[in-house]
């Protein structure tokens, strides 16, 4: 019997470990607004298009656009600049992408994506870009 408790008491254990594990990234928008400030509008405020403010789009039209992930008029993807790839191409001369330079992507784009859908137009705080 005392055996049965500790075996049954093991496997909850397991269980409630494998529930946390598979639990969602909890995105960081802090994160996310340091890394659109200074990796996605720092190249925008360079060319013709200008700033980009998240207060521009409301909270579905983010969603449908980066889950699209098409970008600059389709002409490449939102992933592109979210990739290591990409951040190691530029972190000798970006600070957020020197500093984010091992995050995972996934969890980056989630954190772009809660700081967009925050400061999109009907969000929580919309937001502009400085
Ligand atoms: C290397 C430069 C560059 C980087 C980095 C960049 N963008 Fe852009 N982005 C552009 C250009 C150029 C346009 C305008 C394209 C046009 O209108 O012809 C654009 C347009 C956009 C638009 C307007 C809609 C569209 O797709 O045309 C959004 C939204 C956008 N970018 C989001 C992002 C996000 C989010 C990031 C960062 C993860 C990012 N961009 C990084 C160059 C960049």
Partial sequence: MKHAKIL???ALITLMGASVAAQAYEADWK?????YRSV????????????INPSTKTKAEWSVYL???KH???K??????VSKAYRASIKSGNKAAEKFADTPEKELMEDIKAFLIKGAKDGDAPATCS
């Fill in 31 to 35: 994160r996310g607004r340091v890394y």
């Fill in 8 to 10: 049954s008491a093991a």
């Fill in 67 to 69: 889950q699209a992930d």
């Fill in 72 to 74: 600059a008029k389709d």
């Fill in 40 to 51: 996605c509008t720092s190249c925008h405020v360079a060319m013709p298009v200008g700033s």
């Fill in 76 to 81: 490449d993807t939102v992933s592109k600049y």
